[in-house]
């Protein structure tokens, strides 16, 4: 009678590559990329509305965030929100809007120009992660279709 063998335990060969940071921000698309004819600003809003599956309160920062940003996707120095202008805009509590903006960084929705900067001084950059951009650009079905057999 034979047994069967013991389940060995993974190698490191076996185990998936780690990402680097510098891979992760390889992953995004960058603001500023042509998109198809349209706007970056609008890809953003529309991923953030239907694409996303965040909390109520994350949209919200999200959209506002993007209501400083041009079309192309970019906030200019000079009216970057920070902390205190997202807590104004959205009429959320500091805490709040700071939970917010880490879950979106950690799903690749925004990055912060200096990576140590806090939120009260940092630039924040708007992002769309490689999946959802895809899922964006991608050429909407045709809703209808129409038999051709002539069985009928």
Do not use: C, F
Request: charged fraction near 20%; glycine fraction near 6%.
């Amino acid at each position: 009678m034979s047994t069967a063998a013991a389940p060995r335990r993974p190698s490191p060969a076996n185990m998936p590559a780690r990402r680097t940071a510098a891979a992760a921000d390889r992953a995004l698309i960058a603001p500023g990329v042509p998109a198809q004819r349209t706007a970056y600003r609008a890809l953003y809003e529309r991923g953030i509305l239907t694409a996303s599956r965040m909390a109520g309160n994350h949209r919200y920062v999200a959209l506002a965030l993007a209501t400083h940003a041009d079309a192309a996707g970019t906030i200019p120095p000079g009216q970057q929100p920070r902390l205190l202008g997202l807590v104004h805009d959205t009429g959320l509590a500091a805490g709040q809007v700071v939970v917010a903006l880490n879950t979106l960084k950690q799903r690749g929705w925004i990055r912060k120009a200096k990576p140590g900067a806090t939120y009260e001084t940092a630039d924040l950059v708007l992002t769309i992660p490689n999946q959802i951009m895809a899922r964006l650009l991608k050429p909407a079905a045709p809703t209808a279709t129409e038999r051709t057999t002539d069985d009928a």
